[in-house]
């Protein structure tokens, strides 16, 4: 049992507990993370879901500790990676940390790269930062490598960004990301700027790499379908919550689910239905510069009850598989 | 009744909401007072200080400091440095904003249209305006006024032909900008004319860099103008000018400071309230900023 | 034998590039019921925005007619087009940069009217209109003062709905106007066209690269691909037997959320899309088509291969 519980721990990569994150603007404090909960184990594809502010990209720069100087700040949780919080670690260990052991990908390809760069270059900027102690020779067959494998030809390193096409320049960014071998990447909306047919190139090309370095990735986006085909986890969040968090199986067989998992299930147009109208989630995405005392939902949730505004919903978990709402605590009480 | 109160909610118009911002604006008001102040003081010279005694020429009275009767001091002719100041800023003031006004209509029209068009309409307009940026805009001014012939009204008119490159570029660059938005294409296909659209859609929307172009560059239309006086063109001594006052006084600034001093105030009295002014106008036209 | 709402005959769009003729559209057929919805899909730069904006007039066109009710619209001088404003709108993709920072709700939805009716209506029938049409797309009649930027990204898309709706038009062409919104509010701005068509019996003509939502609202379905339309049917036909590689390929790479769907075959297309400038003839997708042959390269033609079913493919002569 004490073994079982030391691999359990061996096996998470990232331990995001109790993160709060705030925004302090002149007008006003934005409350970006309120509790957020997530774990990342290696070697896993985890996809993060939700829409526009609930606060995916806030976490992604927390764990970077990019977050924007004196308007971002952390006030309270964890961020343990490999053991260490990151949270107290100096600058100069999270330089270290940055593109060598945690890679990112923006969201726009075609503001990644500089455009007056040759990428390969740039790719190999990377490398020079990272691995000073290789040799010149040692970084080409490096940089050519990565190239080939994303499905660049070699040849084409001494081209600029501009001669490359979007789909391409998303290709060289990931390329950029995965050189150093990262054991996580963090992909921000990787595929949101290419069309469908791209989408399924470069998504099956992560997969590919991934299995390639044994990477972790975390796949931020707010297409759900996206990560029922790629991810084996998924997390979703609202209001700077993880609200649901299980496998893809089971959050996707649509047995149990949060009822903002749900609203977003139903609110997609999908292939097979034939339902005229759509369902969409009522109300508005809740404010994020005041919080409730409840469950940020309750106000857009068919099921509210009256617990749900008074009290924050504890945890309800099977197989791994958890979701916060008091709709299922009170089911098994 | 109530009916009305409520069409006055909703009717509250646009330029209504422009005023009500800007009055709320602290340093935009201070400087509207600042200036109507001078304006005013300079208007009303005539009713408490008659031109023609005060400036009368009094070698002997040359170079006082200022006393009770002089507030400001003589000049090295013995004249009343306040009277020269108070009419010296009829051409000053008057001149320099006429200047810009005329530069700033004309340019926003050129850079609108030209950016507004594009295509050879653009290629044609941008490239007269390159031509009259490579020449200095004094000379520039130089060149129309002796043209035109001497005086005050050409002397404005050919300083603004000096100043209406600089309106363009930068007007021409932000509706470039603008043009390409989506709001542009929705006047357009509820049939706006392209005038209507430079003037009510994409003018409006890139004021701001424009405004504070224009306000800060008073302050040089300014010194032009006496700078052109100096050259014997415009405005010649022994009329008043802030500009000229200051150069005429240049030898004596090192014993008797206060000869440069108040003219040199009210040159920055101006353009710090038309630059505040200017600002103030930018938020009011910035529907962001907050009521 | 009735007349389309809208139809164009031939229509071609190029732009002159410093590299030679971008044909943006090419040879676009197209008819669109009354009271229909035609969507038309593809990928980025495919030119089905161009397509939209051609068909309005918001961009000239190289040749073809546009025709609307009959007529060809090319020919109309700038006051018949004012008049013909009054029957077709526009609705555009990003709800931010498609309303005016600096005009209130009010005058921005009163907009249209003022230009296209002139003073002809008196101030109370212009209120009435106005609050009719913010109730009816679900903007509270208090908003009516509010600017652009106090509003979030799905209701600023309901004012761009309201003004193109206002001068109630027969028909709207919608260039993406849900793929910069969250899903949730997707679909609540989804609902509100479809039931705006039901009331007012409108036709549009829906833009977009997300082919989930064009199976949703539409009734015809048009794949375009570098300006080319490789298919056209109705939507379940369209859903169930695509014929065209393109189309196949397209369908297949919807990710979906139903889990039976992960282990499809996919079919993908190999290579990236090549330059639409100064194209070689016959068919665009021939240099990543799997089923290439010589005539694919030679001629292009969208041919009826069942009824109402047409497709730009050589495999079904």
Same mark, same amino acid.
């Given at each position: ?38 774990? @990342? ?12 502010? =609930?606060?995916?990209? !806030?976490? #992604? /720069?927390? $764990? ?108 060289? @960014? ?12 963090? =992909?921000?909306?990787? !595929?949101? #700027? /290419?069309? $469908? ?129 008091? /709709? ?6 | ?291 | ?317």
């Amino acid at each position: 049992m004490a073994q079982d519980i030391k691999l359990n721990l061996e096996e998470i990569l990232l331990d995001i507990s109790d993160l709060h994150v705030q925004y302090n603007t002149d007008d006003a404090t934005i409350f970006a993370l309120n509790g957020f909960n997530l774990q @990342v184990r290696r070697g896993e594809k985890l996809g993060l879901v939700g829409e526009t502010g =609930a606060g995916k990209t !806030t976490m #992604a /720069l927390s $764990v970077l500790r990019l977050l924007p100087d004196k308007i971002g700040k952390v006030t309270a949780g964890r961020i343990l990676y490999g053991g260490d919080d990151l949270l107290e670690q100096t600058e100069a260990y999270m330089l270290g940390l940055r593109g060598r052991r945690i890679s990112m990908i923006f969201q726009d390809p075609m503001t990644s790269l500089n455009p007056i760069v040759a990428v390969g270059d740039q790719i190999m900027e990377v490398l020079d930062l990272h691995a000073p102690y290789m040799s010149r020779y040692e970084k080409n067959e490096r940089v050519d490598r990565i190239l080939s494998m994303v499905g660049i030809p070699p040849a084409r390193k001494m081209e600029f960004p501009y001669q490359f096409s979007g789909g391409m320049k998303q290709r060289i @960014v990931i390329a950029m990301a995965l050189i150093a071998e990262p054991e996580l990447l963090l =992909a921000d909306e990787p !595929t949101t #700027a /290419l069309d $469908v047919t791209m989408q399924a190139q470069i998504l099956d090309m992560m997969s590919r790499l991934k299995q390639e370095f044994n990477t972790s990735v975390v796949l931020i986006t707010h297409d759900l379908g996206v990560v029922a085909e790629f991810c084996d986890r998924v997390a979703v969040v609202y209001a700077g919550k993880v609200v649901e968090q299980g496998a893809v199986e089971q959050v996707f067989a649509r047995v149990r689910n949060h009822p903002y998992t749900v609203g977003l299930l139903n609110c997609i147009p999908d292939l097979e239905s034939t339902a005229a109208r759509l369902i969409p989630i009522p109300g508005q995405m809740a404010d994020p510069t005041r919080l409730s005392p409840g469950c940020a939902f309750a106000d857009r949730c068919v099921h509210c009850m009256d617990i749900c505004r008074r009290k924050p919903p504890k945890m309800y978990e099977q197989d791994g598989h958890w979701i916060l709402c008091h /709709l299922f605590k009170e089911r098994e009480d | 009744m109530g009916n009305q109160n409520r069409q006055d909610s909703l009717e509250r118009s646009t330029w209504q909401l422009i005023v009500f911002r800007f009055s709320k604006n602290r340093l935009a008001m201070l400087g509207v007072i600042v200036l109507g102040l001078m304006i005013l003081a300079i208007l009303l010279a005539p009713l408490y200080m008659p031109y023609d005694e005060m400036i009368r020429q009094n070698v002997f009275n040359k170079l006082h400091p200022p006393s009770a009767q002089h507030p400001l001091g003589t000049d090295e002719l013995g004249r009343d440095l306040l009277a020269r100041v108070m009419y010296g800023g009829r051409i000053s003031l008057f001149g320099g904003i006429a200047t810009i006004t005329i530069a700033f209509v004309a340019g926003c029209m050129i850079g609108g249209i030209a950016g507004y068009f594009g295509g050879k309409v653009d290629t044609v307009l941008m490239r007269i305006i390159d031509m009259l940026m490579a020449i200095p805009p004094v000379l520039m001014a130089m060149a129309i006024l002796t043209a035109l012939g001497n005086g005050l009204f050409n002397l404005i008119i050919s300083l603004a032909i000096s100043q209406i490159p600089r309106f363009a570029r930068v007007v021409r660059s932000s509706v470039l900008t603008l043009r390409g938005l989506e709001y542009v294409d929705a006047a357009r296909c509820y049939g706006c004319s392209s005038f209507k659209i430079i003037l009510r859609h994409i003018l409006p929307n890139g004021i701001g860099p424009i405004v504070v172009a224009a306000t800060l560059t008073l302050g040089q239309i300014i010194l032009s103008i006496s700078s052109m006086g100096f050259l014997g063109l415009g405005v010649a001594p022994p009329t008043p000018e802030w500009g000229t006052i200051i150069s005429e006084n240049k030898l004596n600034l090192r014993y008797c400071p206060y000869l440069g001093i108040a003219p040199g105030i009210c040159i920055c009295l101006v353009v710090m309230a038309v630059n505040f002014i200017g600002d103030g106008l930018r938020d009011a036209f910035d529907p962001k900023t907050k009521n | 034998m009735t007349i389309p709402l809208v139809e164009t005959v031939g229509l071609n769009k190029f732009f002159k590039t410093p590299g030679g003729m971008l044909h943006a559209v090419e040879n676009i057929n197209l008819k669109i019921p009354a009271r229909k919805t035609l969507g038309v899909v593809g990928e980025s730069g495919c030119g089905k925005s161009t397509l939209g904006r051609a068909i309005l007039r918001l961009t000239p066109v190289t040749s073809g007619e546009v025709l609307f009710e009959g007529k060809n619209i090319l020919h109309y001088s700038r006051d018949d087009m004012k008049h013909m404003y009054r029957n077709m709108q526009m609705i555009f993709q990003d709800p931010y940069s498609a309303l005016d920072p600096r005009m209130t709700l009010y005058n921005l939805i009163s907009e249209p009217i003022r230009e296209l009716y002139g003073d002809s209506l008196c101030q109370t029938e212009m209120d009435e209109r106005v609050h009719l049409i913010m109730e009816l797309c679900g903007l509270p009649r208090s908003y009516a003062n509010s600017y652009p930027h106090e509003l979030d990204g799905g209701r600023r898309q309901r004012v761009g709905l309201a003004r193109a709706m206002v001068i109630e038009p027969k028909f709207v062409v919608c260039d993406e106007p849900v793929s910069a919104l969250d899903v949730s509010v997707q679909a609540q701005i989804l609902n509100l066209l479809m039931d705006l068509q039901e009331q007012r019996g409108l036709s549009y003509m829906f833009i977009t690269h997300d082919l989930c939502v064009v199976r949703h609202i539409s009734d015809d379905i048009m794949v375009m691909y570098m300006g080319q339309a490789v298919e056209c049917a109705r939507k379940e036909e369209l859903f169930r037997h695509p014929l065209h590689p393109y189309t196949k390929a397209l369908l297949s790479a919807i990710p979906s959320t139903n889990l039976s769907r992960r282990n499809r075959i996919r079919y993908m297309p190999k290579g990236e899309v090549s330059s639409p400038i100064n194209p070689a003839p016959g068919c665009r997708f021939a240099p990543r088509c799997p089923y290439v042959s010589k005539k694919c390269k030679a001629e292009y033609q969208l041919k009826e291969v069942d009824t109402g079913h047409y497709v730009a493919c050589h495999m079904y002569d």
